[in-house]
């Protein structure tokens, strides 16, 4: 499927959600934008040792989660670049910063770095490492909660490059053929490194779950549209959605390389969006707010560190 | 009286039985419930009974397991058992085991304690397979920290590591041979007063010890047989180091495995605490075939034989 930034868009469909959703969920965008393009800074003076993976330019897909899968605080497996996961389900900047340190007092206790991140409270869960092991683990891990009748849905995450591993493809057939409670989620910025979708493979996710006879569907970044179908799919779990993303950074670090323009931005076509909602003060002062606040935890936090 | 005490097979399977049906746990694994039940040792239960049949996708299903087994922590009930029936299928299961299951507990706080049994088998002497599987694959699973690794031959041995399973929040992984199934009697050490030799033996290679024994007792060669039960941790105390010291010629451990792998990680340990050589025995230096010119078996009790006599030199 061509890559756009209206890829399945549904017209004016932020004008399906009231205001104080639209406000709350640009309100976690410019967190996790404000301490992704701080931890960038950060980087780059030399403080931050191990190697990270910025999530900014995809943290609408995040947020839009995080207001529309929720309510019975999912277990959620991740990998790597899911700073912004974390923050936008609540979890403590501060721990963050933390990990990223390098410090017994991170979110890992020192043991994720960026790539590996963790908050129990939020039913978070720790990484191994290994690209997509956390899909089968994920899908386990339902698989337990129906036999015990545990009530709590299972959100898995990977890229479009993990989503290939075989043991991720058999883990979404299995999940179908067992039908357990969990959504998968791919954020899918067509490249594995560097390297194009299209020079990996001649199938899409969707077909592939579709086979697997589980509800796919492949969209655009557009957070409205992502809670739209989150909601709606949370009804036929599982399920798998294929989000189409640009990422603002490259796959680690904070060097671009010929890590490719991105092709849209969608931060910038939702400020558009809250423009035609009339709610650009109330956006520019989550925006002007959201840096100050994310600036005033680095800065507190550097200081008290001996890191200024 | 013997043949009334249940078999290896049968502890198995019926401790299986009872902690599914009374403590919530699960097994997962390939053809649970076809192909005579995996020798005997799992119970003939249905999917809502806990015997859970997973697809033929080897290196996702360690994970399905892993990921049931860590999403129940440390819980003493609800636990997750996998079973691999051919061990030459750890080579694609072990990516969850040993970098996941291994490391959760130390890196989340939140164990797996997953019970991993792996049933091995010879080649040409058994159902053959050649060169999908070498003999005995625990020297896979050594290398990971985390992970606890017992190779019992009888049952007092395997229930032994069934409730060190249960005592703690380790995965352990249970090293098991399919010649010790029929086995009914516990399987004493053998220790004299003015030793040649003791030997080491793991796993099968206990039972090809034996046997070599009196063919080396007929050339006046006294062994000590001291069964290594648990690989790792493996605990070098005075059961190991007494005999050892006593025996002119030093010992050797014999794996049903290759020798870079669990024999020369103890037989080193053990060289730490003493001044005795200590040799080892595995399955050789190469690949297995499935013709009996080409198989690759632990070592034999010929072989036992014919290379203690050589050590001793009598």
Known sequence: MERSPDTGI?????????????????????????????????????????????????????????????EDNPDKYAQHRAHDLYLCYGGNPVALIDELLGLPTGCSGGWGGSASIQCPEINMHWHDGLMGSQ???????????????????????????????????????????????????????????????????????????????????????????????????????????????????????????????????????????LNKLGLTKESEEIEKNANGEINVIWDKRLKETGNV | MSDKKPTLAETICETTRDYLLNHQGVIFGQCLNGAGQVAGTVPALTEEQGVIELPMADVMNSGIAVGYAYGNGANRDGRAIYLVRYAGFQW??????????????????????????????????????????????????????????????????????????????????????????????????????????????????????????????????????????WLKPCLINQRILDPLEKSRHGGIVLDSDFENGVSKCIACDIMQHTSRKVRVMGLEERASGFAAHLDNLPPTSEKIYKYVKNIVGK
């Not at chain 1, 959703?21 to 410019?30: A, G, S, V």
């Not at chain 2, 991993?116 to 290398?143: E, Q």
């Open chain 2, 92 to 229: 694609f299961n072990s990516v969850f085991l040993a970098n996941f299951a291994s490391k959760t507990k130390e890196m989340s706080g939140r164990p797996a304690p997953i019970l991993i049994r792996t049933s091995s088998s010879d080649g040409s002497t058994g159902p053959s397979i050649g060169p999908v599987a070498s003999c005995s694959i625990h020297g896979l699973f050594v290398h990971n920290p985390g992970m606890k690794i017992i190779a019992p031959m009888t049952p007092g041995e395997w229930v032994s590591g069934w409730d060190a399973w249960l005592d703690h929040d380790d995965p352990l992984f249970i090293s098991e041979y399919r010649t010790g199934y029929g086995i009914r009697d516990e399987m004493p050490d053998i220790v004299h007063d003015n030793p040649d030799i003791t030997l080491f033996p793991i796993s099968t290679t206990r039972l090809n010890v034996l046997k070599a024994l009196p063919m080396l007792e007929k050339e006046g060669i006294i062994c000590n047989v001291i069964h290594l039960v």
């Open chain 1, 135 to 273: 899909v089968p683990i994920a899908v386990g891990d339902a698989l337990r909660k129906k036999r015990l009748s545990i009530n709590r849905r299972t959100l898995s995450i990977t890229g479009d490059a993990s989503a290939e591993e075989d043991y991720v493809l058999t883990s979404f057939a299995w999940a179908s053929t067992k039908n357990l409670p969990i959504l998968f989620i791919c954020n899918d910025n067509d490249l594995s490194v560097l390297t194009e979708v299209r020079l990996r493979r001649n199938w899409s996710m969707t077909s592939l779950a579709e086979a697997f006879k589980m509800p796919a569907i492949e969209i655009t970044d557009d957070p409205w549209l992502v809670m739209h179908h989150v909601k709606r799919l949370a009804h036929h779990l599982p399920a798998l959605i294929n989000i189409q993303i640009c990422r603002g950074s490259s796959h680690a670090g904070t060097r671009r390389g010929n890590y490719k323009t991105p092709e849209w931005n969608r931060y910038a076509l939702i400020q558009g969006t």
């Open chain 1, 10 to 70: 549904i017209p004016n469909i932020a004008n399906f959600f009231d205001s104080a959703t639209t406000l709350e969920l640009f309100k976690r965008i410019c967190v996790s934008r404000a301490f992704e393009l701080r931890t960038h800074q950060v980087f780059d003076t030399g403080v931050i040792k191990a190697p990270i993976y910025l999530s900014f330019g995809q943290e609408a897909v995040a947020a839009a989660l995080s207001l529309s899968f929720f």
